[in-house]
């Protein structure tokens, strides 16, 4: 049903029902708003939980090799990609609905607005029309009343013996003056009537009943518009939702590949010596008197048990500088890496000497620039730099050299080879990096090289594969 026709008396309540819309839409924009704070703030706080558990350093990088601790760092970088999940929703939020919103709202306002201009001077305008119609109803009571006092004064006069002719005549002809007067004023306020009621019927029935439906019109969009916003603010979270979802998945995934077996072997791999277990004590027998001398003292001293090495920090064997602890390929590799990364820095203190010595001698030739003299000190620093740095050069130079000889004596004499024993394989081990190979649980293998203490041995499968794998993944055959 039309409000217009229903609600034509209502204007009032139209008003504040329509400004209490207005209000609402600014209620929920601020709503919104807040709700995009809270979720800025949370996706804060996690990329702050992420990075102060994240691992840095050189430290954390080797215990990122066991897959329980890498998987922690897979779960921070999986909670901060849905951080940024969470700052996407509250960026869309801002953008459809608090944006899009505001100008609609501003657009709302001034609708509103000139409706209820144009209701206010329709309603002014029947106003004006009745006090035009109370004016010439009043002067048509006045001009009345006159006229019928001049009849009267006409009659009196014309009834009155003592009167004259000449006055009798005045009085009758003043009071048909005052009649005439009165039939016109009387003729204006029909007219001033019919035309007020013709306005009047127009102003309840067509003028405002019209602004009433638009103003319906445009409170029904408005009440549209919000159940649109409505939706959104469930819409634009449930767009997301399935890469929140492969965030979470990615948590449970890094969880369940964690391997605990595969940690505790590479533990062992990374951190055994390779050293014999010590031997047992032997019985010394006092019971069998005096021996000879063989030094100053006439009893034969105590033997004294070696420290128990493998439970003590100080003995553990550090990693070689020269790599030679690795497998030689691997060997190999980590001395080129190791002189490439030398050689880069090299160049740049080459580069940062040349750049002060060309500085110097623009500050020589144009002291207003710079006193040469104050650079001496970063010269002199980088002169050794360089210097430092040459010689750890020709260091990584030549133990790649002496590994190459080892690794081209050792293919030089591959073809007349023999195993030195067999063996077989406990755990299958994939032979990732340059110079192993990967067996399979189970498997027979040729031993070519024995463990000369840096826990690998050289192994030939049947299929003519020969290389490096860990020996504690084997088990020798008697």
């Known amino acids: 049903p039309c409000r217009g026709i229903q609600s034509w008396d209502q204007y009032d309540h139209i008003d504040k029902h329509t400004q209490s819309g207005i209000d609402l839409v600014e209620r929920y924009i601020k709503f919104v708003k807040e709700r995009t704070e809270i979720e800025q703030g949370y996706a804060k706080q996690l990329r702050n939980l992420t990075k102060k558990y994240a ?3 050189s430290k954390e990088e080797q215990d990122c090799r066991f897959s329980n601790h890498a998987s922690f760092q897979e779960i921070l970088n999986e909670l901060n990609d849905y951080a940024g999940q969470r700052e996407l929703i509250a960026e869309n939020m801002i953008t459809a609905i608090c944006v899009e919103l505001t100008k609609y709202l501003q657009d709302l306002k001034q609708e509103r607005k000139t409706h209820l201009s144009d209701a206010k001077k329709a309603q002014q305008n029947l106003e004006s029309s009745f006090k035009q119609l109370e004016s010439t109803k009043k002067r048509f009571a006045k001009e ?11 009659e009196k006069i014309e009834n ?15 009071a048909h003056s005052r009649t005439h007067t009165a039939e016109e004023c009387r003729s204006d ?4 009537l019919q035309k007020y009621n013709k306005e009047q019927n127009f102003f309840y029935y067509s003028e405002i009943p019209q602004i009433f439906n638009k103003m319906q019109d445009m409170d029904e969009r408005r009440i549209r518009r919000m159940a649109e916003g409505y939706c959104q603010f ?30 505790s072997i590479l533990f062992i791999e990374q951190h055994k010596s390779g050293f014999e277990r010590p031997a047992d004590v032997e019985f010394e027998d006092y019971t069998q008197g005096i021996k000879p001398a063989t030094s100053d003292s006439s009893l034969n001293p105590p033997k004294v048990r070696a420290k128990l090495w493998p439970f003590s920090k100080k003995h553990k064997p550090p990693a070689a500088e020269d790599f030679s602890h690795l497998p030689p390929e691997q060997r190999k590799k980590r001395l080129q890496g190791k002189i490439d990364d030398i050689t880069k820095d090299l160049q740049k203190a080459q580069d940062q000497s040349d750049a002060l010595e060309k500085m110097k001698g623009v500050y020589e030739q144009n002291p207003q620039m710079g006193d040469p003299s104050s650079l001496e000190p970063q010269i002199t620093e980088t002169a050794q730099n360089i210097g430092r740095l040459r010689g750890e050069l020709a260091k990584y130079e030549t133990w790649l050299a002496e590994a190459n000889i080892y690794t081209d004596f050792e293919d030089e004499f591959d073809d007349i080879e023999t195993p030195v024993g067999q063996c077989t394989a406990l755990y299958t081990f994939e032979g990732n990096s340059e110079g192993t190979i990967s067996i399979t649980e189970g498997e027979l293998l040729s031993i070519m090289e024995e463990d000369k203490g840096d826990g690998w041995m050289r192994v030939l499968r049947a299929g003519g594969e020969e290389g490096y794998i860990p020996s504690s993944y084997v088990k020798l055959s008697p």
């Open 189 to 192: 306020y029909a007219a001033q």
């Open 55 to 57: 691992k840095r350093g």
């Open 234 to 263: 469930s819409d634009i979270e449930k767009k997301v939702l399935p890469i929140i979802s492969k965030c979470l998945e990615g948590i449970s995934a890094a969880g369940v590949k964690i391997d605990e077996k595969k940690d």
């Open 160 to 174: 009155d013996l003592n009167a004259t002719r000449l006055d009798a005549e005045k009085a009758k002809q003043h």
């Open 144 to 154: 009345w009343a006159e006229a019928e006092k001049a009849t009267q004064q006409a």
